[in-house]
């Protein structure tokens, strides 16, 4: 079972960015989906899910109205648009999959993580 991210790089602020991850070894299509990141030197964070159906989805207060969440349940992928970009929006991003679903999930929620993709906002 594997969740792979692709999509980041290096941009500049202001800028946009769309991350895509795509889940292999088991559908995914009923899970909630979402994304983590890791900012330098600080603690992993929840950034946003996405309910099976997606319908039904929530952001951290630091992205909402910048980041977008959405999924493809036929292609087994959840993606993260991602506009107006910052400094602070600096950080390794995590794919995640939850059986069950969390408006702000902790890490202990996860029950799948993908590797991260690094997101690098310059000013």
């Known amino acids: 079972v594997q969740l792979q991210a692709s999509g980041g790089g290096l941009v500049q602020a202001g800028d946009s960015l769309r991350l895509s991850c795509v889940g292999s070894?088991?559908?995914?299509?009923?899970?909630?989906m979402g994304w983590f990141r890791q900012p330098p030197g600080k603690e992993r964070e929840f950034v946003s899910v996405?309910?099976?159906?997606?319908?039904?989805?929530s952001y951290a207060d630091s992205v909402k109205g910048r980041f977008t969440i959405s999924r493809d349940n036929g292609a087994n992928t959840v993606y993260l648009e991602m506009n107006s970009l910052k400094p602070e929006d600096t950080a390794v991003y995590y794919c995640?999959?939850?059986?069950?679903?969390?408006?702000?999930?902790?890490?202990?929620?996860?029950?799948?993580w993908g590797k991260g993709t690094l997101v690098t906002v310059s000013s």
């Open positions: 995640v999959a939850m059986v069950y679903w969390y408006v702000r999930p902790y890490q202990n929620n996860v029950n799948y």
């Open positions: 996405i309910s099976w159906s997606g319908r039904t989805k």
């Open positions: 070894g088991r559908t995914f299509s009923r899970d909630t």
